[in-house]
Each structure stands twice: as C-alpha cells, then as structure tokens.
C-alpha cells in the first residue's frame, strides 16, 4: 500500500490528464531517465500524442516549481531524492509526460522484472485515484442534493412561520378589538 501512496504522489493533472513524468518513471523503474527516454525514442510509433507528450517550457516550470515548493513542506529524504533528480536534467529540455495509456505501453518497452512490477503497481495506482475521484464525484452529487432539499425546507418553513406570525397578529388584533371600551349608547 505504502509503493500505491508514494506512486500516487508522483501522478500530477496536465491539460487536463493525469501523468507521470519520465524522471518519477525512471527512479521506480530503478534506471536512468536518459535510458526510458532512448527506449521510447527508439520504439515512438507505440506512444502517439494521447499516450505521452512533452512538457512545454511554462508548464515545466510551473510544475518545477509547485513540486519542490510541496516536497519542502514534508519531512525527509523525498524533497532531496526529487530535486537531485531535477537538479541532474538539462534544464532546456522538458520532459516526457506519460498518461496511463503511456505507462502501460512503456511495460512492452522497459522489459526487466521491476519494470513488469512497477508497472502492475502504478497501473493499481491509477485504478485507486479513478476509485477515489468516482467516490468524490458521487458525495459532491449527494451534497448538492441535500443542499437544494435544504433549501426546499427553508422555503417551506418560511411560509409556515410567515402563516404563524400572520395568525399571531389576526389573534392580537381580535384581543385589542375585544378588550376596548364601548362607547356610543348603552342597553
């Protein structure tokens, strides 16, 4: 379960799709990114855009940036392990951002026992974060719901406090009525 969490921290949303990128893929493959990256290079008719695409300039520093600034915010060695694996990148080229698709096709590419391994583990790790959005998606609906029944209610609570005060005051005004002095002749 711990491999799951630490894989989901490394799953981030760009343009609108969730990916891993090629140095978070190689440090759990145990090899070098320079060595996923020539694979793929070698095999790219089985990664077309919709399966992996390179960052642009913006949304690596953009990312560069929200990453180490989170990482800092943790304890431990995992701030220090991903800002290495930044820090050793050529700084003007991006990298290669694969979406679960793309990840799964680097299991026919990278072909070592970890490789198959990880790969089953971070496939399980996309499962887990769709589980989690599904659950999401269903507790905002169930919110929404409650919050116009809610609503309903206070409608009809206003209206019924609204007939109570208006009865309140029809009462007060029949005491006034009964209660004042008679004037005019007397029988």
């Known amino acids: 379960m711990q491999i799951i969490q630490s894989i989901q921290n490394r799953i981030y949303e760009i343009r609108g799709e969730r990916v891993m990128l090629d140095f978070d893929l190689a440090a759990l493959y145990e090899v070098a990114t320079k060595v996923l990256n020539q694979a793929v290079v070698r095999n790219i008719k089985r990664f077309p855009k919709d399966f992996m ?31 290495a694996y930044q820090n050793k990148r050529n700084t003007k080229i991006t990298p290669y951002a694969f979406t679960e698709q793309g990840v799964a096709m680097l299991s026919g590419v990278l072909n070592s026992d970890k490789a198959i391994n990880m790969n089953i583990a971070i496939m399980r790790a996309f499962v887990e974060i769709r589980r989690i959005m599904l659950r999401e998606s269903d507790l905002k609906e169930q919110l929404l719901e409650l919050k116009q029944r809610l609503g309903e209610h206070d409608i009809q609570l206003n209206q019924i406090y609204d007939a109570m005060e208006n009865l309140l005051d029809e009462k007060a005004a029949d005491r006034k009525w009964g209660a004042r002095e008679r004037i005019g002749f007397k029988k």
């Open 53 to 83: 695409f390179r960052l642009t300039v913006e949304e690596w520093q953009s990312l560069r940036s929200q990453t180490v600034t989170s990482l800092e915010n943790q304890a431990g060695m995992q701030s220090q392990i991903v800002t």
